[in-house]
């Protein structure tokens, strides 16, 4: 995937549960003659917003970013000071010259620090104006979004005048044993607004003083100034309702002793994207009802967010949420509504930075409604589940039951101040405070989504324990770790259980390694199981404040030992995912291609899964009754072109000189020493662009990437890691020349709008092998999640992928792509058609190669060079070839060329070229 500045991604979109986005992108339509594609910049719908001489608000999206690192080492109160400041003057300096322009132009707009972005609203001409500027990464289009009413929900019966999803988290015995009730600690939500009045919750709102007046300045924030008089209003009853949840009286609330403060992000049944923006900021920086005189000081410990966006990962908030963890603010956020299904997790609630809870009933069973992972980089979501059917919380006016993730997670983001109240010196301190609330989560197993047993993407970690949670926090603890091996072979994948002071379950990585990171101080005993080994069961004692380790040899249970090589094109395949059926049990292959796995004995079926999409997975079936040997030769993937991919042997190449490229999205011209050859076409120039792509039809800087083939510029390209990456001042990308060898080498280059680097050499050859290595990975981004790999053709009507938004990057690994067998010639179809928008030309014909007259299987021409459509395969030579080229109408209706077929006899060597006219022969 890709992302814009500031977070603000452009993608298509589904109807969202709460918050759709704004700032979507269109998706990539055919090249076809009748639609000219405008500035790349600009989103077509703002194009179309402003035609005919109208005004519409836009999005400006910048390339600025905030290196925040620096001021998360603040301490204290003085941490939201530090990222208030710091995020200020990043944006200060990368808006100046846009501001610039927008105020001598007397246009309206609005500025965001918290997001490299500017709102504006304007005309054609000012449009035109704002993309041309440099420092613009794209305009996109101000969509407001309906927001669903929560599902109404029965009213359950309390327990001892406690609502039963209070109880149920164990809140009621903190306040009774410890007196915890979240004193001290600031909660805040950006929702529909609160009614700072009702009786749930007039008492411990912030602007409540002393003498019972109230002062909502600092304490209350209405960016669109829906409320009458700036004075705190909830016209949807949703905020008042998710705010009872966290701090209400009454026994509505987790952590009743909490004091609340509340930004009214959703205007009524809506969110628009400037007031959630704005509601960011306010939580860094509270100030007046006026939106003047910043404080950070009195930024909030917590901040409930209980709306999202579509399923899917989409980075559009993550510079708010980024904002805040520096802060050390804790991001509780609902996971969505979308389920059952899975991989409906939704946006900000799929970060990684963020915490979400799924929704469980009365029952502890899971709603259907909630929705469940995966989330950003293949990370388990939910993090963990809450009540959150037939919740009875507070509303304008009175009190109401509803059902939702957005009232599950209100139960989290109280359960931290209750943490927080008892156990002070884990305030702000995000990451220790999600390991405890991880650690003591009540385990829940459902794997159908994913995960195991006690870390899966229905149930997260597993069900929210406020008790256990704060009692973790106030206990001695120490820590265990250690490795899981067998026969000195490092087990991923196996459980690692403690029981005694406290009970937890983890699974090894795959390098076996395991670890508890907080556990109460004591004796425990220690359980190893691994499918196919014997149980491994020893005792351990864990020193409050120290780190105890402990390795476990496993060893083979009556069983068998499966090993065996995966190779390919003749060659080792490193990477490999080699996995039994229906068990527990996948390994890697190692450099050599080899794996070793056990299993009880038994029938199974293997499968081998490649990384990349060189080869193709392969499964086989296998009985176990001793030791097995069992070796796979993975079918090779091909384009209609016959090139193909393998694992590199060659090694990473530095270049050698330094281009005058930097920044983002940028390009430069070189001269290649010798012609490379692309399908079929030789070229001595090429231009190289910040963002990993080495084009050789025209200059591009394009940074949102594609599958590939795509007739969408870019095309006639080696896509080495096409992503949006930036060079820096850190970074540089270089070149050097040989007899036979071109590199380029993209060096230290980082990831726009996420943390993380990488470094990338593409080693270019004389008859167009290609091969790209890469290394110093680090970050989220870095094994391509947000990545192209591959090469393709001039129309974009082949090609070839290694990878699309895929982990399919390891350090050190290296891909070479090499073209078809040499008894092979290019053959290039060029023909004049004309057709209406949305219609696409083919060519089929006798051959394998173009469909033997299958329709479907016809070879895509493309319309770079309308009304002459193109592509290529290639056919072998000196063969008699019939051919016909046909029209295919989006509702699938073909028309054939009329006439009789086309012959030809296609050359002992060279190249085959056709220019035709369609029903011209």
Known sequence: MRQDPSGLRRRGSAALTALALALSTLLSAPAVAAEPTGDPKIDDAVTAAVEGGREASFWVLLRGETDLAPAAKAKGKARAKAVHQAARDSASRSQQGLRKLLTSRKADFTTFWIADTIKVTGDAKLLAEVAKRPEVKAVLPDTPVTLPAPAAGAVRAAVDAVEWNVDRIGAPRLWNERGSRGQGIVIANIDTGVQFDHPALAANYRGRQADGSVSHDYHWFDPARICADANPCDNNGHGTHTMGTMAGAEGIGVAPGATWIAAKGCESNSCSVEALLAAGQWIVAPTDRNGQNPRPELAPDIVNNSWGGAPGFDPWYSDVVRSWVAAGIFPAFSNGNAGPGCNTSGTPGSYTDTYASGATDVNDVIAPFSSRGTGQAGGVKPDITAPGVDVRSSIPGGYASFSGTSMASPHTAAAVALIWSAAPSLRRDITATREILDATAIDTSDTSCGGTADDNNVFGQGRLDAYAAVQSAVSPAGSLTGTVRADGVPLGGVAVSVTGAASRTVTTAADGAYRFARLPAGAYRVRVAAFGYDTFETDVTVTAGAGAVLDAALTASNSGIITGQVTGAGAALPGVTVALTGTPVSVTTGADGRFRLAAPTGAYELTARPLGGCFAAETRSLTVSRDVTLDLALRQITDGYGYACAPATEAYRAGTERLALSGDDAHTEVTLPFAVPLYGVARDRAWISTNGVIGFASPTSAYQNTALPNSAEPNDAFYAFWDDLVVDEEAGVWTSAGADTFVVEWRNVRFFGYGGRISISAILHSDGTVTYRYQDLSGDRAPGLGATIGLENAAGTAGLAYSVDAAAVTEGLGVTFRSGPANRIA??????????????????????????????????????????????????PNTAVEFKYLKKDPDGTVTWEPGANRTTVTPPSGTYITHDTFGAH
């Open 827 to 876: 053959a290039t179809f060029n023909v004049t058609a004309e057709t209406w928008f949305g219609q696409n030309v083919f060519v089929a014909g006798n051959l394998p190669e173009l469909g033997a007259w299958d329709p479907a299987r016809a070879v895509a021409l493309g319309a770079a060079g309308y009304p002459v459509w193109s592509g290529g395969v290639t056919l072998p």
